[in-house]
């Protein structure tokens, strides 16, 4: 059963950036079949689709992230990742990592999330 | 890209059958036959429940259905059940590889 799990400071200060990792743990992260999607959920909101990247590291962002995000992967530690520069109390959120099933456009399995506050 | 536009809300008693809409523009919904819905339980993540409009993954009720009508695309719960009361959201594709949620619709099993 394939697990992801995110991981990465639970604190973040004021304009500084949020980086956070989501490890994969199957073989599936190696396939070219799938994309590999951060989505964020701010305390009692709604779901933010932030970006998703492919295993050879193909990326689509969020028109109004896309200034301060780079996703990147880590092929050799099944791992991708998130960075979010110049962060506000905005930036507060649970923070999910997912994978996208076979036609890109749904999450099948999701991370538990990690929720991530920006406050100094 | 905007937000998808759901209910916030809606109710129903055990047994009766609910529909829940997700409304977007020609750019999104109304351009891609790739709509998924999700249920989120309190504290939980997301759940898949349907994708590309009405297919449902293996495992997930067929209590379970969705469909479409020009830029609004619709799920629909039968035989409501105590454990269907979640957060549904929906999702659609809204061109150049990019994805927009719906704001998400509160379920109250009555």
């Known amino acids: 059963q394939l697990q992801l799990q995110e991981s990465g400071p639970g604190l973040v200060k004021p304009s500084e950036t949020l980086a956070l990792t989501c490890t994969v743990s199957?073989?599936?992260?190696?396939?070219?079949?799938?994309?590999w999607g951060w989505i964020r959920q701010p305390p009692g909101r709604g779901l933010e689709w932030i970006g998703s990247i492919s295993y050879s590291g193909s990326t689509y962002y969020n028109p109004s992230l896309k200034s301060r995000v780079a996703i990147s992967v880590d092929t050799s530690n099944n791992q991708f990742s998130l960075k979010l520069r110049s962060v506000t109390a905005a930036d507060t959120a649970v923070y999910y990592c997912a994978r996208q099933g076979e036609s890109y456009h749904y999450f099948d399995y999701w991370g538990q999330g990690t929720l991530v506050t920006v406050s100094s | 890209q905007s937000a998808l536009t759901q209910p916030a809300s809606v109710s129903g008693s055990p047994g009766q059958s609910i529909t829940i809409s997700c409304t977007g523009t020609s750019s999104d919904v109304g351009s891609y036959d790739v709509v998924s819905w999700y249920q989120q339980h309190s504290g939980k993540a997301p759940k898949v429940l349907i994708y590309e409009v009405s297919k449902r993954p293996s495992g997930v009720s067929n209590r379970f259905s969705g469909s479409k009508s020009g830029n609004t695309a619709s799920l629909t719960i039968s035989g409501l059940q105590a454990e269907d009361e979640a957060d549904y959201y929906c999702c659609s594709h809204a061109g150049s590889g990019t994805l927009v949620f719906g704001g998400g619709t509160k379920l109250t099993v009555l």
């Open positions: 199957d073989g599936s992260f190696s396939s070219s079949s799938f994309y």
